[in-house]
């Protein structure tokens, strides 16, 4: 009786196993499939992650803790790299579009933090964004020099210089204290050959990085420059004026920079 | 023995179920969430979606035919009116907080389909904006006059209204053709005591979603409104001119509105 009895509790664990199973099957019914990732349900961080990819939620300052399985699952598991390499794909796209006059002055500005190097790295010991802004724990990573390159950007990077456009990179870090260290992080990451990288100023560090950015524009505008693209993670660096004639927004659900 | 075999049979099946079931469970680690929807993977189309959802697909005429079972899945599965009510929360945390003047001049500006009613159903038959734009069927169904209310957005139309803003509804739909018919379609779905309704008129035919709807804010900016909120589906209700202070992008992964 202990053998029959044990055989129909095994048999009750293969049912419910062979439920699950078919619960879980690639139909997609039920439970559908974006309910699934990162242990519980992550339908809530899916929403909150496409309205912050939109600029619904402006400003957030953290990723909701609820979300710190699913957003990690997003960065870690495939998906954000495919997203980040879709995006540069119609970038590419648009750009072989493009016909690049002679006077070396068509343009193109990329921003810098999780455009041409990741803090991904960083990010995981804060949470993925859970974790509230750390201005000196930032600061120590970048002063580490270790961002690795976003290979999708740095292949766009390379495309745009041998297509004969001027690549500016506009940053807010802070010049006088990061300047050099990004500049040899982005040179040891084949960031090489761009007309130049503009960073933060002393002058302009209160200002908002829509502000700072949009001077910056204006200024490579009012040089002659017309700026094709703007590609960025940061609705920041892609409002304000002098955008450029398209703008790209890459994915970052980590952070938000107002 | 062919009773052995049997049990073999069904014990190696059960293993199988079993692997599967773990390969599918709730980890997330192999395969990933985001693999499993509609069939086959939807990390590609995941991305197309992301990026359509964030502008970076400009201008797109279908939905790629490979991602016909994960949009259909994203719509009909859930997943789109969690994403809908999420940005809704977002707008009405920022109504709360617009102190309202007694002038009768904060306003906010809506669209109407696939803002304040669906076209979920017709798209449907155009398997999800697989199949390319197709504007006698789709007058055909606008003049049945049955599109439901999104019911989130119903429910936010209710609060402007509640709150004293002055709600209006800028359309780009036919005025002479289908005025009538989409005022009463609006109506019978509870979207009922607006300041005004404006749809696209003869005069306007030929213009862009963004000049025709920058010229219906650019008269209510002049008539003294102030558009504390603009709420669209699609990019050209939101881009252009005298946008609003805050301009909200619901999801649409069916159709692109140039």
Redesign the interface.
Known sequence: MIIIGEMVRRARE?IS??F??VL?????VTP???S?????S???C???R??A??????PWRTVPAHCF?CIG??IT???YQ??V???VE??MSYAEGITVAGDGLDAWVLDVDDTCISNVDYYKVKRYGCDPYDPPAFRSWAMEGACPAIQPVAELFTKLMKSGFKVFLVTGRDEETLGQVTVENLHREGFIGYERIILRTAAEKGRSAVEFKTEIRRRLVEQGYRIWGNVGDQWSDLQGQFVGK?T??L?NPMYFVP
Chains 1, 2 share one sequence.
């Open positions: 293969i196993m062979i699950f199973a879980s099957s690639a139909t997609g559908p499939y974006w699934r990732g990162g242990g519980a992550c339908s809530p899916l929403s909150w496409l309205a990819e939109t600029n619904n939620v402006e399985s699952a997003y598991g495939g998906q495919h997203d390499r879709f995006v119609q970038i398209r790209f927004k994915p």
